[in-house]
């Protein structure tokens, strides 16, 4: 079955930008997302299609996806960002979540 | 605006069948796949399977073939997930999430459901 790995945690100053990775074989060649989720909260959707931004999503969020990496940037980290990120991408009609990335803003 | 209301927190015993309704509001029931993920305790998120609406076809994760099944009433726009043979492994917060096809996204999120499976 197909998996997708992320880092347990990143750690970012504020104002600093912040990178999480999410690898899978050959995920380039499909489309990820990524979804927020801040304690006792519903995922959010932060980006899809690779790059594109739901409305209402600042600009700081940013993602890219080539080879076997797609990643999440978030330039200018503000401490509302601090929340768990989960990349995720489909596997014929099966839907594939990584572990998830805790992001500290310290 | 779109809504996804589920049922309430439910305890059972394992051994057991729980079944936990997603009412669907602020838009076409009918017109979006409707996901099920779950979340066990400080844990990741996992997609368990879903439903066409439309159709009643249904598509699941490998690991909860046979012992999970999604169903709906469009009658009422409702989708339910059932889950048999309860463990304690399976103690979660299920969520619905609406599907997009047009980004491939799960766009809306109900407010989850804390199943716990104890003896």
């Known amino acids: 079955s197909y998996e997708l790995t992320q880092p347990p945690s990143v750690s970012v100053s504020p104002g600093q930008t912040a990178s999480i990775t999410c690898s899978g074989d050959?995920?380039?060649?499909?489309?990820a997302c990524w979804y927020q989720q801040k304690p006792g909260q519903s995922p959010v959707l932060v980006i899809y299609?690779?790059?594109k931004r739901p409305s209402g999503i600042p600009e700081r969020f940013s993602g890219s996806n080539s080879g076997n990496t797609a990643t999440l940037t978030i330039s200018g980290t503000q401490a509302m960002d601090e929340a768990d990120y989960y990349c995720?991408?489909?596997?014929?009609?099966?839907?594939?979540f990584g572990g998830g990335t805790k992001l500290t803003v310290l | 605006q779109v809504q996804l209301v589920q049922s309430g927190a439910e305890v059972k015993k394992p051994g057991a069948s729980v079944k936990v309704s997603c009412k669907a509001s602020?838009?076409?029931?009918?017109?979006?796949?409707m996901d099920w993920v779950r979340q066990a305790p400080g844990q990741g998120l996992e997609w368990m399977g879903r439903?066409?609406?439309?159709?009643?076809?249904?598509n699941y994760a490998q690991k909860f073939q046979g012992r999970v099944t999604v169903t709906r009433d469009t009658s009422i726009s409702t989708a339910y997930m059932e889950v048999t043979r309860l463990r304690s492994d399976d103690t979660a917060v299920y969520y619905c999430?609406?599907?997009?096809?047009?980004?491939?996204?799960?766009?809306?999120w109900g407010q989850g459901t804390l199943v716990t499976v104890s003896s």
């Open positions: 999430a609406m599907y997009s096809s047009t980004s491939k996204t799960l766009d809306y």
């Open positions: 602020g838009y076409s029931f009918i017109g979006h796949y």
């Open positions: 299609q690779d790059t």
């Open positions: 439903i066409n609406p439309n159709s009643g076809g249904t």
């Open positions: 995720q991408a489909w596997d014929s009609s099966t839907g594939v």
């Open positions: 050959k995920l380039g060649d499909r489309y």
